[in-house]
């Protein structure tokens, strides 16, 4: 069974940082692409960032690039987000995602889901 379980979302400041973590059990993440999404009430959840976990290539959200940096540790089968410069606006529930395409994570709907960590961005 796969399993995406996400951690270290919370609440901080404007300016401030937060890690998310991703921790991946039911497949390798060395053969997937995993990316993290996000949603507000009332929005449709989108794709902050995505990466080819064998490959290495990235993919940020304009509003992202330069604050927000995803990379794994394929020791610990895991995926972070690490959120610097944070805004008010990147206060969501932030989702963990993974599938075998790149193109279905980034453009589509991916095929397996973690069960979210709220992210709190207060001025």
């Known amino acids: 069974e796969v399993q995406l379980v996400e951690s270290g979302g919370g609440s901080v400041q404007a300016g401030g940082s937060l890690r998310l973590s991703c921790a991946a059990s039911?497949?390798?993440?060395?053969?997937?692409?995993m990316g993290w999404f996000r949603q507000t009430p009332g929005k449709k959840r989108e794709v902050v960032a995505a990466?080819?976990?064998?490959?290495?290539?990235?993919y940020y959200r304009d509003s992202v690039k330069g604050r927000f940096t995803i990379f794994q540790d394929n020791a610990k089968n895991t995926v972070f987000l690490q959120m610097n410069s944070l805004k008010t606006e990147d206060t969501a529930m932030y989702y963990c995602?993974?599938?075998?395409?790149?193109?279905?994570?980034?453009?589509?709907?991916?095929?397996?889901w973690g069960q979210g960590t709220q992210v709190t961005v207060s001025s």
């Open positions: 039911g497949f390798t993440t060395t053969t997937n692409c």
């Open positions: 990466i080819n976990t064998g490959g290495g290539s990235h």
């Open positions: 995602a993974a599938d075998e395409s790149p193109l279905v994570l980034v453009h589509g709907t991916p095929r397996y």
